[in-house]
């Protein structure tokens, strides 16, 4: 039999399809792109491998109709990495591949920019051309062409005719090239700062393992210069003429840092994220992959970059949420580019203030990859960390009389100060006072949030949206907005200090890249002066003045029912707190909350993080939870709470029974409604996998799920896996 050609297509089937080589066949490697014919339609596939075998019978295998690559769009190594993430995440492979081209290469642009020439053919140099002293067009384009040169195509616009001419009679030929940018050597001319010790022992083990695989944790507090650790190491890899791939959480909330790497190295880079468009997404990858973009620097999907030389992979703020997907393929960004590093043999830097505790647990176990930096920078000093108890202080509309207070002096002495509160909107809640009805929102087991400016109510699930009313729809009684967003502390902010200035960093008054920076610069430039924000405002951002940051509410995360809502929550508080005295003013840092008691808080004020995080992975290790124990999350989602159990069930006998045959280690919980069990309309539920070794796990899911996909309720109910996840409810 010949070669039988298998490959990825984008659809959610968890198979390959295959397909005979094209009629007239060139060369064929794994990773190129064909277009192929699927069922009616042509579409792009993607080549995985060739052998001699199939499932599909002879006189039904079709051929390949035309290739689209010369050569692969992924260098192997990635090609192995999307294959083996496709396994690992139990994701169908063709969305896999999918996710990870841009637009315009799923639809079948051409992976390279080319230029068109058109030049005189053999034929055309060796034949006197025969032209009619009439055929004025002809003589015009010859007078050009004639000099046997190639010419570009737009050049030629005006001799379209004539040159069709030509071609017809064989006499010029169209010649493609890639269009190549000269690659530029680095140059830095700006003073850079001199490294403290330990920058200069970071920056030392990074360079130490350019060439080989290592996992290395840069730890290191808010301002101590990991950036600093990351650029000098990236000018390294330059220097050995390879490329250096950046994952950061959010670029748009973070244009600080890519314009210090613009400044720091006056090269071209490749910058990938959400808001470009499919043409400029395309233009950034192929200078990726072409290797002419020296730096690459990108948000979550960017780890799948296709890569000429790669020599480095940094993750910056490798504890963010943002870096696992959690939808359709659930990978985590963070954990494929660790393989992805092993597979290339270069090493990965994960950075953070705040590791998560996967990645500490890993950098213990090897303490020779933990690279710590305790101190801030230059002469910053660390911020004091103070907790307000509620209890004993009456807040008004959420503030406290201290914050109220600290808020006053930081503001006298011509500083800035920022508010943290995860919570964007008016109040969380519309109640009546009178018979206790609060506003639902009628597609999910959820409350409404009162957008007060808007003049609306909004589901913060599902984006349902209503009119703000006034009286009670059950007993018509005055309704009242409970407890606080963003916007409600902004206006409390304005009456308590009408001579401050505002600036409100939420996904409500940012909706775009224009307003960020209108705000940063308000922020920069000192004429806005108290900061309040969600999560959007304490990323990253450097701001030299603040000496006062605030958290609003602390208790939100102290009880969560998640085991990773404490870590989320310490993270948070590192974080904002790491947000005041960046400069040379000591910052102050006041946490709000009505359990001062908690052992979360006392162990974070007592010892940092790492007291936090100490007690946090015993604690784990003593639950069986991560990153002592693997989880698996299968949700199912439908018209009934009822219908999403049964087929979870199912599952679970599957389960079961593959894992008493496979191995004893796998243990079941559920399956049970979700804690929100409707959301958007649909009815939740979710089943969970805990094991102690991964590789057990992954045999019975493997096995499992070929046997889960032939339920007869597996078509008609949603169901998905999702493998490390990173929220359990
Ligand atoms: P991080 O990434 O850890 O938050 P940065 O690299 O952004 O820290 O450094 C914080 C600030 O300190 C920046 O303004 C940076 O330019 C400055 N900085 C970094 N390293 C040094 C150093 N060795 N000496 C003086 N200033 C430094
Ligand atoms: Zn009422
Ligand atoms: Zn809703």
């Known amino acids: 039999m010949s070669s039988i050609l298998h ?3 984008d659809t959610p089937l968890r198979r390959v399809f295959d397909y005979l080589p094209p009629s007239g066949a060139s060369e064929l490697h794994p990773g190129q792109r064909a277009w192929v014919p699927f069922g009616k339609r042509r579409v792009v596939g993607v080549l995985l491998s060739v052998d001699n075998h199939s ?27 999307l294959v083996w993430a496709a396994e690992y995440y139990h994701h169908p492979i063709g969305e896999v591949i999918a996710s990870a081209l841009p637009i315009a290469l799923r639809d079948g642009a051409p992976q390279f920019a080319t230029e068109i020439h058109w030049r005189l053919s053999e034929q055309g140099r060796h034949e006197p051309i025969q032209v009619s002293s009439r055929a004025t067009k002809l003589q015009a384009l010859l007078s050009i062409i004639g000099d046997e040169q190639p010419h570009r195509d737009d050049r030629l616009i005006d001799h379209r005719v004539a040159l069709r001419n030509l071609l017809k009679r064989g006499l010029v030929e169209r010649v493609e090239t890639r269009t190549v940018i000269e690659s530029v050597a680095p140059r830095i001319d700006t ?34 210069g990991k950036t600093e650790v990351y650029l000098r190491a990236i000018d390294q890899v330059l220097q050995r003429d390879e490329q250096a791939l950046i994952l950061v959480p959010e670029i748009a909330l973070t244009p600080q840092l890519v314009e210090r790497f613009h400044i720091r190295f006056k090269l071209p880079m490749a910058v990938l994220h959400s808001g470009l468009s499919n043409t400029e997404r395309l233009n950034a990858w192929r200078a990726a992959r072409t290797g002419n973009a020296r730096i690459v620097i990108g948000t979550r999907s960017a780890v799948f ?11 910056d703020e490798e504890h963010d949420s943002s870096y696992k997907q959690q939808e359709g393929f659930r990978y985590s960004a963070r954990d494929l580019a660790i393989v992805r590093a092993q597979r290339h043999g270069i090493p990965v830097v994960l950075g ?15 303490p020779a990859d933990l690279l710590r930096l305790p101190q801030r920078a230059g002469i910053a000093v660390p911020p004091i960390l103070k907790l307000v108890d509620l209890r004993h202080h009456a807040a008004n509309q959420g503030l406290s009389t201290p914050v109220m207070q600290a808020i006053r002096v930081h503001l006298d002495a011509g500083n800035q100060v920022l508010l943290y509160l995860n919570r964007r909107g008016y109040a969380p809640v519309l109640f009546c006072p009178q018979c206790g009805w609060s506003a639902p929102c009628m597609s999910c087991d959820a409350r409404m949030t009162v957008h007060m400016r808007q003049g609306k109510l909004q589901c913060h699930h599902c984006g349902n949206e209503q009119a703000l009313f006034t009286h009670c729809p059950s007993c018509n009684a005055e309704v009242k907005p409970v407890g606080q967003g963003t916007e409600r502390i902004e206006e409390t902010l304005q009456a308590l200090f009408p001579d401050g200035s505002i600036a409100r960093i939420d996904r409500d008054s940012i909706s775009h890249k224009g307003e960020l920076h209108a705000a940063l610069d308000r922020i920069n430039s000192g004429e806005a ?12 951002h ?3 003045n603040v000496t006062l940051a605030v958290i609003l509410n602390a208790d939100q995360g102290l009880f969560s029912a998640d085991f990773r809502g404490s870590e989320k929550l310490a993270q948070s508080i590192v974080q904002v707190a790491g947000r005041a005295g960046r400069g040379d003013r000591a910052g102050e840092v006041l946490i709000q909350t ?14 940092g993080y790492d007291a936090f995080a100490d007690a946090a992975l015993s604690e784990r290790e003593t639950a069986l939870w991560p990153p002592f124990t693997r989880l698996v999350l299968i949700r199912a989602e439908t018209d009934t709470t009822q219908r999403a159990i049964e087929i979870l069930q199912a599952a679970r006998r599957i389960l079961h029974k593959t894992s008493q045959t496979a191995s004893r280690k796998l243990q079941l919980f559920g399956p049970a409604p979700a804690p929100m069990t409707r959301r958007a309309g649909v009815h939740r539920a979710q089943l969970l996998l805990r094991a102690t070794h991964a590789a057990a796990l992954q045999r019975v899911l493997s096995q499992a799920v070929t046997q889960i996909e032939l339920l007869p309720d597996a078509k008609r109910v949603r169901w998905s896996i999702d493998v490390d996840p990173i929220e359990l409810f």
């Open 542 to 544: 450097h701001f030299p």
């Open 7 to 9: 490959f990825a297509i």
């Open 529 to 540: 002066n108290i900061l309040v924000g969600t999560q959007m405002l304490a990323k990253g």
């Open 594 to 607: 009505e359990y001062p008691d908690h052992p979360l808080l006392q162990r974070l004020l007592a010892g």
């Open 191 to 224: 003073p850079l700062p001199v490294l403290s010790s330990d920058q200069q022992c970071a920056l030392q083990a990074i360079v130490d393992s350019l060439g080989t695989f290592r996992t290395l944790l840069l730890y290191g507090v808010t301002g101590s």
């Open 352 to 366: 953070s203030a705040t590791p998560s505790l996967e990645t500490l647990q890993r950098a213990r176990r090897n």
């Open 55 to 81: 499932d599909v019978p002879a006189s039904k295998m079709r051929r390949v109709a035309d290739l689209i690559d010369t050569s692969p769009v992924f260098d192997t190594e990635l090609l192995k990495l």
């Open 305 to 315: 970059t296709a890569l000429a030389k790669p020599g480095l992979i940094i993750v």
